[in-house]
Each structure stands twice: as C-alpha cells, then as structure tokens.
C-alpha cells in the first residue's frame, strides 16, 4: 500500500475569496495541507513570493507548525498600491516528510493610501430626491489595453457599466457601513470590457442605505448626506506603454431613466419604455443630460473589503401556484427567503406588472401586518418590445415566501418567475444531521435564517422597516454562524463599525451601523447588546483563529467593561435601569417584550461577570499581562456582587427561572461544585414544570441545554430540545416553518399570525441553539482557537439513533458522526491533518491525530 502524499493547497490571504484589490501591505497567509499521512503535524513551511518583475523572495525553511493567517514575513517586501504578487507555499512534517510548492495565489494590492485616488466624489448638480440616477461618460485609449482596473464606490448604492457589459455581479454594492468612517470601494479586472479606440463607462445610482428611507416606525432620509455619490477610477495600462486615467469629476453627465423611484423598503418602479438604448456605450448622445457637481469628501474613508460581497447565490422556482378568496394570483417559493424577483414577460407598451412580498398568508391571502412601513412592492412596465423582457429590481431587498402577482400580460408560466436569493456570498462550511426529520429541519430553517439575514452585515429581520444590526443578536448568534458559514470577513468589517459607532464613554449602540432610532437613540450601557463588543471579537478567535480581530477591537471592548465597572454601585451591583434583560421570554405579553420572569438586573450581573473575565482572557492572548490581572480582578469582584445581591441563602438564583439557573451555571457564577449540581438539577426541575418547555428569551435560550448538559442533565436537555408543543424549538418546524421566527409563537396554534407588534418570520437568535447540535449533539467543537485540536465529544441521547456534523475548519474537513445499533454506540471521526482530536465518550478518553478513526463501545454506558 503506498503512503498517502503529501499535498498543500494555494495560499488564501486575510478572510477573503479573492485576492483581487486587497487593502492590506502586510497581509497573513493561510493553507491547508489537502492530503498527508495519518497522524501529519506540520514542522516547517516555506513561503515564496513572486513579483510580476524580478527574482522571488522565499522565507527560506521556517521551523513551526502555524498555517492559518501567518504573518506576512518580517523582512519580506511589503505590497504596494496596485502591486501583483504570486505567492505560494510548501511544508514539512514532523515525520520527515515534505511538499512541494502548491499551487500560487496571484494577489493583487488595491489603491492603499488615500492620494491614490484621484477621482472625486460626484453627483448629480440638480438632485430630484428619491429618484435614482444614471452617470456617464466616455474616453478613448491610444492602443490596446494590457490591464485596466476599475476602482468603484458610492455614498449609496451603484451597478457599473463598460461599454454596455455589466461590472462584476455584486449586489446591493458597496453595501452598508458607518460611511462617515468607513468607505469601502470595489477592485475590478476590465481589461477584457475595454478596447482600443472609444469607450464609454455609465453608472446606475441609488440611495439605498445612505440617503433613503431606513428605521422603524417608518424610518427617516438622508441618514448619512442629503444625495447619493459615485466615485470611480479606471485606470488602463495600454500597449504602446501609456496610461491613461478616468475618473469621475464635474465633466460627467447625467440623466434620470426607468427606475421611477427604489428603496430598500418600498421597493422598485421600473418603467422600461424609459431606458435609452446603448446609453453606457460610445457613440451615445448624451447632450441632453444634466450636469454634475463634485462633492466635498475625506478619501481617508476609503478602504478594501475584508470578506465577500453580497451577491446573488441561488434562483428558487416557485413550488405552487395559488388562488386566492378573492382571485389574486399567489406564487409559493416553499421557502422563507432574502432576496427578489426575476420575471420574463412579454406583452403590450405599458402593461404594468405589479409584485407584492410577505412572508405569511392568513385566510389564503398575502399577509403584510408584519412588515410594517415596509411596501416590498415592485412595479415593472413593459417596454413592448415584442419579445420576452427580462427584469429584476436593483436596488431594493424583500424577506418574502410569497408573491402576489398582478397584471400578468396572458396566463402566467411559474417557469417565467424566480426567486434570486440575495446575501453575502459566504462559504458554506458547517452541516448537521440526524435521525430526527423535525430537527433537521429545525437546522435547516438556522442556516436560512443566516442566509436571509447576512446581507453584508448581521441584522434582525429582511422583511419589515427594521433590518438592522443589533448587536444583542449577533452576540448570542455568532458561535453557530461561524460554523455554518465562512462570516469571519463580514463580522471583522461590523465589528469595526461597531467600534466606530461606539460612543466616547464606552456604550455600545443596540444597533451598528449606528443611525437615529425612535426610543434606541441615544443608546444606554445595556447588558447582552453591549456585550458585543467583547464576546464577538472572542467568538471569532476561536473560531477562525484570528487573534488579529481580538487586537483590532482591543479598545472597543475595554472601554464597554470599563464602562460597566465605572456604573457599578459601591458594592459592586451594576444597577443601570434600562435593561432588555431575558427579551422575548415567551411569558411576555405580545405588546411588552420587556416583560421577562428573570431579573434584568441579575442578566446584566451575569453578563458583566461574564465578559469582564472574557476580557481577560483576550487580555492574556495578546500579551497585555497588566490588563488580565486588572480584569480577572474586575470578573471577581462581579462575580462576588452577583453572589452576594442574586443567590439566595441555599445557593439558588433569587429569581427561580430557567435563563437565571442557565446563566448561573454556564458562566461561572456558583460558589462550588455542590451549589452546581443542586443549580442544575433546580434547571432540569424548572424545564419539567413548564412540560419540558422553553422558557427563555435571548439571554437564556444559547445557554440552557448546554448548561443542563454540562450539569449532567442530558434527558432534560434532549426533551427540551425534542419538544414540539408551544413554545418550543420545533413548534415552529411542526407549523411549516422554513426559518427561526423572532418569537416562539410568531404563528398561533389556530393558524393566525401573533398579534405583538414585532413578529418577524426570519430572525436567527432564537436559533442559536444549533451551536448545541454541533458540539453535543452531533459532538464537533473547538478545542483550541481555529479548531487547530478538536473536541470529539457526541452525547447521544432523545431517541435519536445517529447524528453528524462536519465542518471546513481553517485546517480542513473535519467530521464527526455517531450511530446506535444492537446495544453498541460507532463514533466515527475524521481529523484534518496539521490538527490533533480530544476525544471524550462515556469511559472513554483518547487523544487523536490527523486521519479517520473509529471507536466501538457498549451503550447504554455500564
């Protein structure tokens, strides 16, 4: 049998998909060795780096066992603006084996220093608020070009055009960030779109997030600046050696077209008999548009994006179609998403087709209560052209499941209509399975969740006039979005904002990026929202390993804790009024979501105990000895204030709930081991008076069934989790659900939507309790930062007689899965090479390399 080679894969570089405009001179590395001997730790690596020009520099054989985002090495030249860099790698093994080089990463600097650019930020001279814009110009190249670069952003939102080809395939680009701190611009290869000769280049334009209507309660304009701006530079290298620059300045033109008006809540209006042809080809007369102006604008602002764009990732048919009581036509997509529509119709000049969004029917009929001020109405006006016509909205998003169609020219073909599945393109790297079908899909409904609600930052809902980037719920949810998903470079990019955002005092806005709200501005120090600031950074370093984020946000988080500690009563009690406490515990009444069984007060003790000894922690992982004693003094003198104020004399919670005992246990807060076990035992008899029933809010609901995991309470924790009735995590699944709802009860046993005020169909914090599938349940978790040892540790349990998990660590694949068969309990695991296993089952404890092992034993356990 010969021996397995050893293979290495392409360097990545920072968090992100390509390499293209990269904003960093310095940037880490990362690779995985994809094939390699059973029981493989890397010795040493070497890294070579090519210029376009010259001799390569190599690192030389480096003794050590790093491969996820190394340094950039210390005497290696750094990049500079636009610079091209091919990059490879090859390693050793501590078993004497090597590699060769792997395949080359190609990488390419973006313009990194704010001199680069040399276009200005434009707009239109004459502004027709709330009506989106096209821009244009033309240009000539002397001979044929060799390489061009597209350099492109707004304040809003933009789709480019060269010479009537469209750039790239983002959406909704540049995205959302605090634009007064944060510009992020866009790197694109056109060397293909532009030739010899006359050229043209032409820009739609819209509000979005910058100047359109956004926030609750029907939200408000000109959040950010009273008019959207384009920015954009083309640079071409030709063939006769000349370079030639465009960008946008005062002699570009503009003009209004189709798109009658557009914002990310209302919707689109298209108008296609508006469209000029060939308007961003040569040759097009534009001597009837208007003029433009150049805006005042910081390009110290600007900066490459540090993870994917949001894109169009899938294209739904609908699974039916429907009648309504009163005869309008119905498309079910059979699944709860993000995103809009595609349709192909062809009829008259000035048919107008008409395209209503929800997520819900009630009574057979499109149910839109839920999205508040939200229209998510799209309107398209045929062209009549006297063939099909294929259109889309731009510049708009919807949270829909159904879409009610009017208008139609002739009998509607399903075949004609899609769902494009809008959100930031993301890799997936986590799956669970089980035996459990509503379980399953209970997964299935987390992973749409995040899918609908990740469109380029982290929000609560896509579907009403909120979608914004609370921070409470990201902070319970980033352990299971790590998992299923590669998030690293999106929450990197909000956790920046965040820091931004941040006030001077420390407090942390309830949402990031931070714009004026109706009784959320100015935002107060609030537990489990605030918490953000230090328990993100912390999740993605041991998820990603990614000890750099920790460093990036070491200010922000410092200044939350310190914030706390400095409000603290003399006996150490953070008393701050205000708090959301146990939000959306099920007791609450609909219109009251404050109203939870657990003491807010004990919740922001808890959590301060909580993230004052994270903080240490980080403290110690960068070095900072000072501040970890200083903070693991703060996290025991918290620790101590919620012993003294908030157990009662038999070691109890004084507020006896399932979030309180849950909070106690998970974060450290009991006195022995003994208060422990009775704690955990008083949170199992708790689940059992409620009928094995959830009774927690945000607070409680990531922490309960690990803390009666952890307290030895694994029948309670899978009767909990394997509950159908209300509320529960399945009851939503048993009424049709194909996302996690905002509320246990979002629908009613009788079929009608919940009255409360919010009740989204599409929020992922309840469902944070996927994290639990994958690292009890199925038995997969992080042992070390970035998964460099796993934990192997299934507890099976609530009738279920197999369970899986796999997930793409930084390393490679990794798996594990179990199965009860004939009294025996098969676990098999597989471990990525450069990584080790702690393998922990009932009597058993083994430590794993690299490679695929399985273990047979007895169960029940003896």
């Not at 094939?35 to 010795?43: K, T």
């Not at 294209?315 to 005869?327: I, M, N, Q």
């Not at 809010?697 to 159908?724: H, K, S, V």
């Amino acid at each position: 049998m010969s021996a397995t080679p050893l293979t290495v894969s392409a360097p990545a570089v920072e968090h992100r998909t390509s390499a293209l405009g990269i904003g960093e001179d310095r940037p880490r590395l990362s690779w995985t060795v994809e094939s390699a001997p059973e029981n493989w730790l890397q010795d040493a690596y070497e890294i070579e780096i090519r210029p376009s020009h010259g001799p390569a520099w190599s690192s030389g054989r480096v003794t050590g066992g790093d491969s996820v985002l190394v340094p950039w090495p210390g005497d290696a030249p750094a990049l500079t603006s636009r610079e091209r860099r091919t990059v490879r790698v090859r390693v050793w093994g501590r078993d004497g084996t090597s590699s060769g080089f792997g395949p080359a990463l190609e990488l390419e600097a973006g313009l990194l220093s704010p001199g680069d650019f040399t276009a200005a930020m434009i707009a239109p001279a004459v502004p027709e608020l709330r009506r989106p814009v096209m821009l244009r110009t033309s240009f000539t190249l002397p001979s044929r070009p060799v390489r061009a670069r597209l350099y492109v952003t707004a304040q809003g939102l933009y789709e480019a055009e060269l010479n009537g080809v469209r750039v790239g395939d983002e959406v909704l680009a540049p995205g959302w960030t605090s634009y007064h701190h944060r510009l992020r611009y866009a790197t694109h290869d056109v060397t293909g779109l532009v030739g010899e000769g006359a050229n043209a280049v032409g820009v739609w334009l819209a509000e979005g997030w910058f100047s359109g209507r956004f926030g609750i309660r029907g939200g408000r304009t000109q959040i950010y600046g009273e008019q959207p701006g384009l920015l954009l530079q083309l640079e071409a290298e030709c063939a006769d050696g000349t370079r030639v620059t465009v960008g946008t300045d005062d002699g570009w033109r503009c003009a209004h077209g189709p798109i009658l008006t557009s914002g990310l809540y209302e919707g689109e209006r298209h108008d296609a008999r508006a469209e000029p042809d060939g308007w961003s080809r040569p040759g097009f007369d534009a001597a009837g548009w208007q003029p433009v102006r150049e805006l005042d604008f910081d390009r110290s602002v600007l900066c490459a994006p540090t993870g994917p764009p949001v894109r169009r990732v899938e294209a739904r048919s609908p699974e039916r179609v429907l009648t309504s009581p009163t005869g309008r036509t119905i498309l079910d997509f059979g699944q709860n998403l993000a995103g809009r529509v595609r349709l192909r119709a062809q009829g008259p000049a000035g048919t107008t087709i008409t395209l209503r969004h929800a997520e819900v029917l009630q009574g057979g009929e499109l149910y839109t209560r839920p999205l508040h001020y939200a229209d998510a109405t799209d309107t398209y006006v045929l062209r009549g052209a006297g063939r099909p016509e294929v259109w889309e909205p731009r510049f708009t998003l919807h949270g829909f499941r159904y879409v009610e169609v009017t208008g139609w020219p002739g009998e509607l073909d399903p075949a004609d209509v899609t769902a494009q599945v809008v959100h930031t393109d993301m890799r997936r790297t986590g799956w669970f399975g089980s035996s459990d079908e509503l379980l399953d899909r209970l997964h299935e409904n987390v992973v749409w969740s995040m899918r609908g609600n990740f469109v380029d930052l982290p929000t609560d809902c896509p579907q009403r006039d909120e979608r914004l980037g609370w921070t409470g719920d990201i902070q319970v949810f980033a352990p299971t979005a790590s998992f299923l998903h590669d998030c690293a470079g999106l929450l990197t990019s909000w956790l920046a904002d965040l820091a931004h955002d941040q006030d001077a005092d420390g407090t942390v806005p309830f949402v990031v990026p931070a714009i004026p709200l109706p009784h959320w501005t100015p935002a107060w120090p609030a537990a489990v929202w605030g918490d953000a600031a230090v328990l993100v950074p912390w999740t993605l370093f041991r998820r990603f390993g990614d000890r750099g984020v920790l460093r990036a946000q070491y200010d922000s988080a410092r200044a939350w804790i310190d914030l706390v500690a400095s409000e603290c009563d003399a006996d150490g009690v953070w008393r701050r009024r205000g708090q959301l406490g146990d939000w959306l515990d099920p007791a609450a009444p609909p219109e009251d979501p404050w109203q939870a069984r657990t003491d807010p007060l004990l919740v922001a003790q808890a959590y301060f105990a909580h993230s004052a000894r994270t903080l240490a922690r980080i403290a110690g992982e960068l070095g900072e000895q000072a501040d970890r004693d200083r903070y693991d003094a703060v996290a025991d003198e918290a620790r101590a204030a919620f012993r003294r104020t908030y157990l009662t004399a038999e070691g109890g919670p004084t507020s006896d709930t399932q979030t309180a005992c849950a909070l106690a246990l998970r974060f450290g807060l009991l006195p022995d081991a003994e208060t422990a076990e009775a704690v955990g035992r008083r949170l199992a008899e708790l689940v059992a008076l409620e009928g094995d029933r959830i009774a927690t809010g945000f607070a409680g609901t990531p922490e309960i069934c690990d803390a009666l995991a952890e307290a030895g309470q694994y029948d309670t924790a899978y009767r909990l989790l394997t509950q159908r009735a209300c509320p529960s995590w399945l009851y939503p699944v048993t009424q049709g659900a194909t996302t996690v709802w905002e509320r246990w009860d979002s629908l009613l046993p009788d079929g009608t939507v919940n009255p409360g005020e919010m009740t989204s169909f599409n929020h992922y914090a309840l469902g944070a309790v996927a994290d639990f599938l994958h690292r009890t349940v199925a038995g997969l978790a992080p042992a070390e930062p970035g998964y460099r040892r796993l934990r192997v540790a299934p507890r099976p349990g609530g009738g279920l007689t197999r369970a899986e998990a796999r997930h793409l660590t930084p390393y490679g694949d990794a798996r594990v899965g179990w199965r009860l068969a004939d009294g025996l309990l098969t676990v098999e695991a597989t471990v990525p090479p450069n990584t080790t296993a702690d393998l922990d089952l009932p009597g058993l404890r083994e430590h794993l390399g690299s490679g695929t092992h399985r273990r047979t034993l007895p169960w029940p356990p003896p």
